[in-house]
T-cell receptor, first 110, second 115 residues
């Protein structure tokens, strides 16, 4: 079992819709959870991080964490073509070491 | 701030040759990470340093790979001898380590092709 699992996609959503990206992790000791966005040919950039169970909102983005189910998700409201990218889920324990999932490719269609 | 700087941006070499990738972290960042990204395996952590000291090199695939951080502003990742399966994008990232978010800032990457 991979430490961090994501559906590779592509996930296709129409412009203006809500995109829902999901991630599960195996280490119950994981403490911090991150969503990175990576455009093709570019480096990953941080979108959001979350530490506590529940929801965390930042503009059109909402991160959701459920530690009991070892599940973290990212919702993108009012999806735009510029949101088309690969979204990487990452988790960390007490150290600064991140473990990444393989990413979900999102396509926002016109 | 210039961000994390990596060189070269692209490297094409022949099997058996030595390859050296370079990284300059963001000034003041205590942690430096080397990653490898491929389509099949995604983004894999190779090694990371804290205050120039290697902390975890369990991701280094084999003895052909080595990394050094002689000072706070420079790190190298060396592959000797290189093999075609080493072809990938290699990213360097840094973080202050005390930001609370543990946000890692990535460099632009080095695309390595081993023929």
């Amino acid at each position: 079992q991979k430490e961090v699992e994501q559906n590779s996609g592509p996930l296709s959503v129409p412009e203006g819709a809500i995109a829902s990206l999901n991630c599960t992790y195996s280490d119950r000791g994981s403490q911090s959870f991150f969503w990175y966005r990576q455009y093709s040919g570019k480096s990953p950039e941080l979108i959001m991080f979350i530490y506590s169970n529940g929801d965390k909102e930042d503009g059109r983005f909402t991160a959701q964490l459920n530690k009991a189910s070892q599940y973290v998700s990212l919702l993108i409201r009012d999806s735009q073509p510029s949101d088309s990218a690969t979204y990487l889920c990452a988790v960390t324990g007490t150290a600064s070491k991140l473990t990444f999932g393989t990413g979900t490719r999102l396509q926002v269609t016109l | 701030d210039a961000g994390v700087i990596q060189s070269p941006r692209h490297e094409v070499t022949e099997m058996g040759q030595e390859v050296t990738l370079r990284c300059k972290p963001i000034s003041g960042h205590d942690y430096l990470f080397w990653y490898r990204q491929t389509m099949m395996r995604g983004l894999e952590l190779l090694i990371y340093f804290n205050n120039n000291v290697p902390i975890d090199d369990s991701g280094m695939p084999e003895d052909r790979f080595s990394a050094k951080m002689p000072n706070a502003s420079f790190s190298t990742l060396k592959i000797q001898p290189s093999e075609p399966r080493d072809s990938a994008v290699y990213f360097c990232a840094s973080t202050p380590g005390t930001s609370g978010s543990n946000e890692q800032f990535f460099g632009p990457g080095t695309r390595l092709t081993v023929l």
